[in-house]
């Protein structure tokens, strides 16, 4: 059975630093194109960020791609997301996905869409606040 897992939320403040953790039990997350996604109350899921499998393409919304960062490491079957500079909005809980196909790329793949992905985790909460 597969589960997706995600670690290292916290309350941070204003301008500080988080490293998001993913990482998988019965799916290899190297052979996938792993994606970042954040929903606040209220709002949609947002998607942020997204890795090929290949490490040779990388995606960021306008909203974080000068902050955030994401990575893999193949050797621990998991993936990163580096935030820094985080900023109240940054609130919300943050999910990771696996899109069950490879090759990932698709005519009309959109890496901000949550239907393009198949493996979810259950959420790891971010809290920015002073």
């Known amino acids: 059975q597969v589960q997706v897992v995600e670690s290292g939320g916290d309350l941070v403040q204003p301008g500080g630093s988080l490293r998001l953790s993913c990482t998988a039990h019965?799916?290899?997350?190297?052979?996938?194109?792993v994606a970042w996604f954040r929903q606040a109350p209220g709002k949609e899921r947002e998607g942020l960020s997204c890795?090929?499998?290949?490490?040779?393409?990388?995606y960021y919304a306008d909203s974080v791609k000068d902050r955030f960062s994401i990575s893999r490491d193949s050797t621990k079957n998991a993936v990163y997301l580096q935030m820094n500079s985080l900023k109240p909005e940054d609130t919300a809980v943050y999910y990771c996905?696996?899109?069950?196909?490879?090759?990932?790329?698709?005519?009309?793949?959109?890496?901000?869409?949550?239907?393009?992905?198949?493996?979810w985790g259950q959420g790891t909460q971010v809290t920015v606040s002073s």
């Open positions: 996905a696996a899109r069950g196909i490879n090759p990932y790329y698709t005519e009309n793949f959109n890496y901000s869409s949550p239907s393009e992905y198949d493996y």
């Open positions: 019965g799916l290899t997350l190297y052979y996938f194109a």
């Open positions: 890795i090929s499998n290949d490490f040779t393409d990388t």
